[in-house]
């Protein structure tokens, strides 16, 4: 269980402390620093979200609050799916709820087939709860289970925060771009195009992002 109290943060270093290894993972060159880094610079909305999301046509964009290492929990076990940036953004359309992936050259993780390898009965409940909500009946094997949880997280919390809509925006700090394709299939298997807003057999918002910043 989260807590529900949150500490304004002075400066990159604020996010250690949120990881779930905070010495492993707070390293030059990896996603947990540069996304600190990077959204700490730009105070504010950084101008790559921004953009997407004027792409898709959510106008005017404007951050409300950013929260590190958000935890959204998930049925069928006791981990929950913990966005690297949890963030809350009004725009001319209504509030938007984005779950920031960040990426530099760490993959997605095991396909859903690698991780149901024998699967717990825990593991079971939880891909069908995740294929139940994002409206997955199609051969999803193939795919990379963490953008199935994490955009699972994007959904529950524009829910949770009766959002207009709920974006799953990957924030690749590599300059090759590494594993896009993973979220193109992704995308693809959801009926959906990349920085499009569209709606999941559900009727839900969503958008699902790529986005470049700047690399410093």
């Known amino acids: 269980m989260?807590?529900?109290v949150f500490i304004p943060t002075d400066a990159p270093k604020d996010w250690q402390r949120f990881l779930a290894d905070?010495?492993?993972?707070?390293?030059?060159?990896?996603s947990a620093k540069s996304a600190a880094v990077h959204?700490?610079?730009?105070?504010?909305?950084?101008?790559?979200?921004?953009?997407?999301?004027?792409?898709?046509?959510l106008n005017s964009p404007e951050l409300l609050l950013a929260?590190?290492?958000?935890?959204?929990?998930?049925?069928?076990?006791?981990?929950e799916s913990q966005?690297?940036?949890?963030?809350?953004?009004?725009?001319?359309?209504?509030?938007?709820?984005?779950?920031?992936?960040?990426?530099?050259?760490?993959?997605?993780?095991?396909?859903?087939?690698?991780w149901l390898v024998n699967a717990s009965d825990g593991k079971k409940i939880r891909i069908e709860y995740l294929k139940t909500l994002l409206g997955l009946s199609a051969d999803i094997e193939h795919l990379r289970y963490q953008l199935l949880h994490r955009t699972a997280s994007a959904i529950?919390?524009?829910?949770?925060?009766?959002?207009?809509?709920?974006?799953?925006?990957?924030?690749?700090?590599?300059?090759?771009?590494?594993?896009?394709?993973?979220?193109?299939?992704?995308?693809?298997?959801?009926?959906?195009?990349?920085d499009t807003l569209g709606k999941t057999k559900h009727g839900a918002s969503l958008l699902l992002g790529w986005s470049s910043p700047p690399l410093p």
């Not at 905070?22 to 990896?30: A, C, N, S, T, V």
């Not at 959204?39 to 898709?56: A, C």
């Open 67 to 79: 929260i590190p290492e958000w935890k959204t929990p998930l049925p069928g076990g006791r981990r």
């Open 22 to 30: 905070p010495e492993k993972q707070w390293r030059d060159g990896y």
């Open 156 to 194: 529950i919390e524009a829910k949770n925060f009766d959002a207009h809509a709920a974006a799953m925006i990957v924030q690749s700090f590599h300059p090759e771009a590494l594993w896009k394709e993973d979220l193109e299939a992704f995308a693809t298997t959801m009926g959906l195009r990349l």
């Open 39 to 57: 959204w700490e610079k730009s105070k504010g909305l950084p101008s790559d979200i921004e953009g997407i999301l004027n792409k898709s046509g």
């Open 83 to 114: 966005t690297d940036v949890f963030a809350l953004v009004k725009s001319t359309e209504g509030l938007i709820v984005c779950a920031i992936e960040a990426k530099v050259a760490e993959p997605f993780g095991p396909t859903v087939g690698e």
């Open 2 to 4: 989260k807590g529900q």
